[in-house]
């Protein structure tokens, strides 16, 4: 597909990297089935790159619509450093004032997740050797076009 066209990141994205997030978060599936809350799970996974580290950013375009992003982390130390320090405090706090919509699913994946050994589901390659890191999404219907290709170069 030749007519994507590849952008900068910039606030003016950041809802609808928010969504693509939710709508791809399983797999390249929506996590609706398990997560009932975007704003939740936008905060819980993408936070850092939109709001921290814009710069390392990159959104796909098609006829005048975002259908895929590209976020980057140049180290992945500051990011956990940032997560545990500022974001996941923030997250908390929001739960506790009620922003959020905590419904059953959101509820039990939760659980699940603290449930589980943290070090498989967050393995992390020797950061010295490998300090980077990205999310890449595209909305279905824009898989296998050559945009995620363009936004990787």
Do not use: W
């Amino acid at each position: 597909m030749t007519d994507i066209s590849i952008r900068k990141y910039s606030g003016k994205h950041r809802q609808r990297v928010r969504e693509i997030c939710f709508n791809t978060g399983l797999g390249g599936d929506s996590i609706s089935p398990y997560f009932d809350d975007l704003d939740l799970f936008a905060d819980m996974i993408i936070l850092y790159h939109t709001d921290y580290e814009p710069n390392s950013a990159f959104v796909a375009v098609h006829n005048g619509q975002m259908v895929g992003y590209l976020l980057g982390c140049t180290d992945t130390n500051t990011y956990l450093k940032i997560m545990r320090k500022e974001i996941v405090p923030q997250i908390l706090l929001n739960i506790a004032r009620g922003k959020y919509h905590i419904g059953r699913r959101t509820r039990d994946y939760l659980l699940r997740f603290l449930r589980e050994d943290i070090t498989t589901i967050f393995s992390l390659p020797p950061l010295d050797l490998y300090p980077a890191h990205l999310h890449i999404n595209l909305e279905e219907g824009f898989r296998r076009s050559g945009a995620g290709t363009r936004l990787m170069n």
